[in-house]
């Protein structure tokens, strides 16, 4: 456990170090925001951009050149439906046919064996499964009980081996708040060649909980090295107001999507030669020293040419 919370510590420093570098590096130069992706192809419009908007992009190309995209409508304002949305393009892209509106959302696109998956988030873990490439797709099954709720935004699957591997977060018990102090991360693996709609095809790793890992989270005394920088003060389980005008509160600390990775590099203190050695990187939650950006809405969904 000590070895882990040293790598802990020190992919929080280089989280804190890049958020911060890079922001001070770019005012202390005065350099000017250069667009990217300016050749790009609008996907999807929000059909209402005050209260339904778009997120969550995922995309995929098969090895016939098509490429498979999604995205989430979120429909918070109850007049539109919430649901993600599948689209097909056989043009590089130029243009796009819709082929399936489904109830899991916020989930990622991926090729396994000779079948195309769409593995989302939520209650029991749905997954859906084409098998003519994007163009029709089974009703959602669920890979756990319903009581297991599973959390991720779309983020990477990891080939090796002949199977796949992907990792999700998971609230561990129920807090006051928005709640990356009591997630679970966990890596899930299967053989890629497996019907992976099927429970008994996965694998599921133990949990690793933030709170247990760091100490200090639960009793609000968060003793973590980074550069000086102190906390807000957080008050677990509750929010803990930061401002009042406009209001905002600061969550306990924690850690949210995760990613599964290998180190490769024969060079690195971290490589495996035997290849079993996987790496799990989550974003931090932490908002040190950063004030809390007010939430944009997101009404276009764009695919750079």
Request: hydrophobic content about 40%; overall charge positive; charged content about 20%.
């Amino acid at each position: 456990m000590t070895c882990f919370r040293r790598v802990i510590l020190a992919a929080l420093k280089v989280a804190t170090c890049t958020a911060l570098g890079g922001g001070l590096a770019l005012a202390a130069h005065g350099q000017a925001i250069q667009p990217r992706a300016q050749d790009h192809v609008v996907l999807g419009e929000s059909p209402s951009p005050e209260d339904t908007p778009l997120y969550s992009p995922t995309i995929v190309r098969l090895d016939s050149g098509r490429l498979v995209a999604a995205y989430t409508q979120s429909g918070k304002g109850k007049v539109f439906p919430s649901v993600e949305l599948i689209f097909t393009s056989d043009d590089g892209g130029a243009t796009w046919t819709k082929r399936a509106e489904a109830s899991p959302q916020q989930g990622r696109l991926f090729v396994a064996g000779r079948s195309l998956y769409y593995l989302a988030t939520g209650a029991g873990l749905p997954i859906m499964r084409s098998d003519d490439a994007g163009a029709t797709w089974t009703e959602p099954v669920f890979l756990t009980g319903k009581r297991k709720v599973w959390q991720q935004t779309p983020a990477n699957v990891w080939h090796a081996k002949g199977n796949v591997y992907l990792a999700f977060e998971r609230m561990s018990r129920p807090i006051n708040a928005w709640g990356p102090s009591e997630k679970a991360l966990v890596l899930l693996r299967a053989q890629a060649d497996a019907d992976l709609t099927q429970a008994e095809a996965w694998t599921f790793s133990s949990e690793l909980v933030f709170a247990d890992v760091v100490d200090g989270v639960r009793s609000n005394d968060v003793n973590l090295p980074l550069l000086g920088i102190p906390f807000y003060k957080q008050d677990y389980p509750n929010r803990a107001p930061v401002t009042t005008t406009p209001r905002r509160t600061m969550p306990p600390i924690g850690w949210v999507e995760p990613a599964v990775t290998q180190i490769m590099d024969p060079d690195h203190v971290w490589f495996d030669p035997s290849g079993r050695t996987f790496h799990v990187v989550a974003r931090a939650h932490t908002r040190v020293g950063l004030a809390s950006p007010v939430s944009p809405k997101w009404s276009r969904m764009m695919m750079a040419r």
